[in-house]
């Protein structure tokens, strides 16, 4: 099975996803990216894929540089002033994708996607990785909720499971 790799236009997701589009016209962009990687940190941790997302320094002036963060568990990387995050990911993809690698570009630049994808990268528009963010969070609190309601039963009852069982079968026979 191949490794996958999901690259992340940073700018490019702030600038489509509404909640953080939002964030960023309060004149909030440091908080817009921060959300962002807070939600990607928590859809990484479903999906268990490496995240690399990249920020244009055109936002913040500095040098580049590339960070491994404990907290979101993703490699960032800041571009110099003269490079764009467009170049940058679309040279790193290049680097990264192989045969035993997958790299997923997220970003809804269509040049960026034809030029990744020449170099056998896949992409995923900014509109679809929300949409799967947003699915994945309600799988999570589905699941989440599945568990602590069996939790919740079995916990707070001194039956066990057959009891339960025979219960409900009475319940739903007298209920007819």
Known sequence: MKEKILIV?????????PNLNKIKMDNRLEDARDELLKELAEYKKYEDEQIIVVFDAMYVPGNAKTIKDKQYDMDIVWTSKDQTADSYIESLAKEKQNRFTQVI????????????FSAGALRIPARELFGNITRT??????????LVDKGLVIR???????????LARLRDRLSK
């Open 156 to 166: 707070n009852t001194p039956f066990d499971e057959e009891t339960l069982l025979k």
């Open 105 to 116: 570009v997220a970003t809804s630049d269509q040049a960026e996607q034809w030029t990744v």
């Open 9 to 17: 236009d940073a700018y490019n997701m702030i600038g489509n996803w």
């Open 137 to 146: 969070k309600k799988e999570v609190q589905k699941q989440t909720q599945k």
